[in-house]
Nanobody, 123 residues
Framework: QVQLVESGGGLVQAGGSLRLSCAVSARTPGSYAMGWFRQAPGKEREFVAAISGGGIITTYADSVKGRFTISRANAKNTAYLQMNSLKPEDTAVYYC????????????????WGQGTQVTVSS
């Protein structure tokens, strides 16, 4: 059983930064690829970024490339999403996901999901 708990969301002005954290409760967190998704009001959930279990492979949505960075610290059972140069269109609930397969995480069908954390970017 894997449990994910997100934190770090909040209100920030455009151009600002936030770092989201995803605490992973698992016996071997390095066995799971991790990903971040977001869902804005009235919109479908969309992929943001993913990282492989060992942290070697990362992939990003075009809309966040160069601004967001995904990372993980398996010794701390935590994955992170550093968000810089935030824009009002980044406003959404951000969800953490986990699955043994990076491809499955990217596809949005991962086995495990957190409850989400709200990010609001004011203009």
């Amino acid at each position: 059983q894997v449990q994910l708990v997100e934190s770090g969301g909040g209100l920030v002005q455009a151009g600002g930064s936030l770092r989201l954290s995803c605490a992973v409760s698992a016996r071997t967190p390095g066995s799971y690829a991790m990903g971040w998704f977001r869902q804005a009001p009235g919109k479908e959930r969309e992929f943001v970024a993913a990282i492989s279990g060992g942290g070697i492979i990362t992939t990003y949505a075009d809309s966040v490339k160069g601004r967001f960075t995904i990372s993980r610290a398996n010794a701390k059972n935590t994955a992170y999403l550093q968000m810089n140069s935030l824009k009002p269109e980044d406003t959404a609930v951000y969800y953490c996901a986990a699955d043994p397969s990076v491809r499955t995480v990217v596809g949005g069908t991962g086995d495990y999901w957190g409850q989400g954390t709200q990010v609001t970017v004011s203009s």
